[in-house]
């Protein structure tokens, strides 16, 4: 069983330890909330970026289809693809990011 993946993922205990004997600051709900949306907003424009490829060659349909509406819509619903994919929980890119900017958030 391959062990280092999940640890590379997990906070050292001693750092988890710390945070959790500091007082929280006023206020600090609040950021660790925005630092999750920030990170799971980051991870939907990424997965829309990804999923912009498959749907480029996609024909449209007669009647209805075509033309630079049909361009706008198609961003549009691929960009809400990426945002319901990471609000479900995405592919783990958002919860990296949100560990990494505590840390950053916490040497300051």
Do not use: Y
């Not at 630092?35 to 939907?44: Q, S």
């Amino acid at each position: 069983m391959n062990t280092s993946l999940a640890t590379t993922n997990a906070l050292p205990a001693d750092v988890a330890m710390m945070a959790a004997q500091r007082p929280p600051k006023p206020g600090a709900t609040d950021d660790v909330q925005r630092i999750r949306k920030v990170a799971e907003d980051f991870e939907a424009v990424f997965l829309g970026q990804m999923l912009k490829p498959m749907f480029a060659n996609l024909g449209a349909e007669k009647p209805f289809g075509g033309g630079s509406g049909e361009d706008m819509w198609r961003s549009l619903q691929v960009d809400e693809f990426g945002k319901a994919i990471a609000h479900k929980g995405g592919i783990g890119i958002a919860d990296n990011i949100f560990r990494e900017m505590l840390k950053l958030q916490e040497a300051q």
